[in-house]
C-alpha cells in the first residue's frame, strides 16, 4: 500500500466514524416513541406524630390480613 491509499482509508474511518456519532446525536432529539411517566399515586396517611402524610403507593407493602384490636393498641404510643 502506498502513502496515498493509507490516507484515503483513514480518511474514510474517520468519516464514518463522525458520521455515526452525529447521527447517534440527531437521533437523540428527534420525537419517538418515548414512555412519559406516570403520575404516581399517592395515599394519604397519619403518621405517628399525629399529622397527615401522602406516601407513594408503590412504597407501600400491604398484606391481606387485617390487624387485631391488640396491635393497634400497641402501635399507638401516647
Do not use: C
Not at 8 to 25: A, D, E, I, K, Y
Amino acid at each position: 500500500m502506498n502513502n496515498y491509499e493509507i490516507n484515503q482509508s483513514r480518511r474514510g474511518f474517520v468519516g464514518w466514524t463522525l458520521g455515526t456519532l452525529g447521527l447517534f446525536g440527531i437521533l437523540k432529539f428527534l420525537p419517538g416513541n418515548k414512555q412519559k411517566p406516570k403520575p404516581s399515586a399517592t395515599v394519604k396517611m397519619l403518621g405517628q406524630d399525629g399529622k397527615l402524610v401522602e406516601v407513594d403507593a408503590s412504597l407501600l407493602h400491604r398484606k391481606k390480613t387485617k390487624i387485631s384490636d391488640e396491635e393497634v393498641l400497641t402501635w399507638v404510643k401516647k
